[in-house]
């Protein structure tokens, strides 16, 4: 029997409409569009509409993948959801999902690994294809970050944007030519007092006082988790090449997590990539977490920057600490 790979065969992405830009964020905090932009890259992001969470943003890049590949979501078979900002504790983000698209043969859980949330659901998700257990899986990333940022705190409340993709795996029997051929994923649980969110969880119950103390926001070390960020994101991205075999030049587009252009500048650096060898949008977006490598993915399809028998790289890096590298051979497309 030929050996399965998992395909990336269709994908969507949504990103809420209202837009709050670095001009908007100088009357609400003391910062300027140019600190935010030399720092960061970003110069705007969408923030959601009051009632729209996670799961809404899901269902839409569902929506927008149907446009483009239909697909009947009763022929899919499990659902995983890569956030830290689900609607709810529980039930899942995935079983929102479920009942909100109609996927009434599919089962699914939600993935918490912060920045490295999408490559964590994409890996686990694999693994199921390959094995030949399911053949439909939908694998979200999808982070309402607006929902945790305190926009009195100039230290974070720049950073962050919302926004939701989704990716459709398959199975391709090509005996291995295509799909997702070899990743590293990684985590340090010593960076867990560099980002975090205190507030709500078992440890820290929601009360009065974690209100007042602002316990229910992110927090960031900001320059301890750049430093960490650039080192493993760049070294975990080397690993991955060198052990197929690959430099910089077999790339035909890298996608990173979008948290800091100049962390993005320093993997590239590393790599010896050219700029047109990388997808860059956080100018547009900021981080949105678990949503940032399959928008980006999104983006770069629609631009025209990847084609059949193309080499893929995903690589992020996030709260946890969590990171990792992904390698894809793109093909097997759904028709449209
Ligand atoms: O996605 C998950 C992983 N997260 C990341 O990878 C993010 C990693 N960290 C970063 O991207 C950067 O550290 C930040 C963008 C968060 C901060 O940039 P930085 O160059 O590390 O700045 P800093 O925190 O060292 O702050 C430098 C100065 C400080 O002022 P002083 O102490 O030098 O007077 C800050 O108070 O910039 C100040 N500052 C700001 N000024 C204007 C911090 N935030 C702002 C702001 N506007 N929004």
Same mark, same amino acid.
């Given at each position: 029997?030929? $050996? /399965? ?36 890259? %970003? ?15 899901? %269902? ?15 022929? %899919? ?26 996927? $009434? ?26 094995? *030949?257990?399911? /053949?439909?899986?939908?694998?979200? *990333? ?20 919302? #926004?939701? *993709? ?32 205190? #507030? ?24 301890? !988790?750049?430093?960490?960020? !650039? ?29 800091? $252009? ?11 990539? /050219? ?10 977006? *900021? ?18 920057? %990847? $084609? ?29």
């Amino acid at each position: 029997m030929s $050996k /399965k790979r998992a395909v990336i065969s269709a994908f969507g992405k949504y990103a809420p409409k209202r837009v709050l830009t670095n001009s908007d964020l100088e009357k609400m905090v003391d910062t300027t569009d140019a600190w935010i932009r030399t720092r960061t890259g %970003i110069v705007e992001r969408h923030i959601v509409a009051e009632g729209e969470a996670t799961s809404q943003m899901s %269902i839409q890049a569902f929506a927008d993948m149907q446009k483009r590949f239909p697909i009947d979501p009763e022929e %899919i078979d499990l659902i995983v959801v890569a956030t830290v900002t689900p609607d709810m504790f529980f039930p899942s983000t995935a079983a929102l999902i479920q009942n909100g698209i109609g996927a $009434k043969s599919a089962f699914g859980f939600d993935v918490s690994a912060a920045c490295s949330g999408f490559l964590y659901a994409l890996v686990i998700a694999t693994q199921f294809i390959e094995n *030949g257990q399911y /053949k439909k899986i939908l694998v979200f *990333g999808a982070d309402t970050m607006s929902s945790i940022a305190d926009y009195t705190n100039r230290d974070t409340c720049v950073l962050f944007g919302d #926004g939701a *993709g989704v990716v459709l795996l398959e199975a391709a029997d090509d005996n291995g030519t295509s799909g997702i051929f070899d990743h590293i994923l990684k985590m340090d649980g010593a960076g867990k007092d560099f980002l975090y969110m205190l #507030g709500g969880g078992s440890l820290h119950p929601a009360t009065h006082e974690t209100v007042d103390q602002k316990m229910h926001y992110v927090y960031q070390e900001g320059k301890t !988790v750049f430093k960490f960020a !650039v080192s493993r994101m760049a070294a975990v991205s080397e690993e991955l090449l060198n052990r197929n075999s690959l430099t910089g030049k077999d790339i035909a587009i890298f996608i990173p997590h979008q948290a800091n $252009k100049r962390i993005i500048d320093a993997c590239v650096d590393r790599m010896n990539l /050219k700029p047109e060898q990388v997808l860059l949008n956080i100018d547009r977006y *900021g981080n949105t977490t678990s949503a940032t490598i399959p928008i980006g993915l999104v983006e770069s399809y629609d631009d025209g920057r %990847i $084609k059949e028998g193309d080499i893929v790289l995903f690589s992020a890096f996030g709260a946890g600490f969590t990171w990792g590298s992904i390698l894809i051979r793109w093909g097997h497309l759904r028709h449209a």
